[in-house]
């Protein structure tokens, strides 16, 4: 029954978190209705899931996301650095092509979107057969270095997370 109730029980509370914080006001009748969002939405769109990712909850996705977020922050520093001190002719933007290990479409898509919330690197288009990454970095040393440190410190983990 609960199982039918909630198809994905993460996915209800990430709505009704989400919910409650575009509301902006916490009260009974927003709280109420957060919940009932977070369990309508999953259940309308169930159907469309094939199949329920494989996710390992616990140190290493917890690990994960504070690696994450300490990057975030750590980038935000750099790029402000980088963006006051050298001129536009300076920088060293480049392409990279990222070959993936990761195969989970969920996976892949979470690093997507790491290497995106991380300033200064955004994720252009994942490869048809889903087996690399185009990244475009603002300022780039080592090119090949840079590939070697998102696989180490963001695949690896994610290959963890996502059994």
Known sequence: MIRR???????????????????????????????IVGIVAPLATSRFWPGRPKI??????????????????????????VILTRRNRDLRSRWLVVP???????????????????????????????????VHALDVADPEAEVVRIKQRYETRLLKVFR
């Not at 198809?7 to 109420?32: D, K, Q, R, T, Y």
């Not at 252009?124 to 889903?130: C, Q």
């Open 5 to 35: 109730l909630l198809p994905h029980p993460a996915l209800s509370i990430l709505v009704a978190v989400v919910w409650m914080l575009l509301v902006n006001e916490f009260s009974a009748g927003a709280l109420f209705l957060a919940l």
């Open 56 to 81: 390992r909850f616990g140190p290493d996705l917890v690990g994960y996301v504070v690696i994450v977020l300490w990057d975030i922050v750590v980038a935000n520093f750099q790029v402000a650095w």
């Open 100 to 134: 993936l290990e990761l195969r989970s479409p969920e996976a892949i898509t979470v690093l997507a979107g790491t290497i995106t919330l991380t300033p200064g690197t955004v994720t252009a288009d994942v490869s048809a057969d889903g087996h690399a990454l185009l």
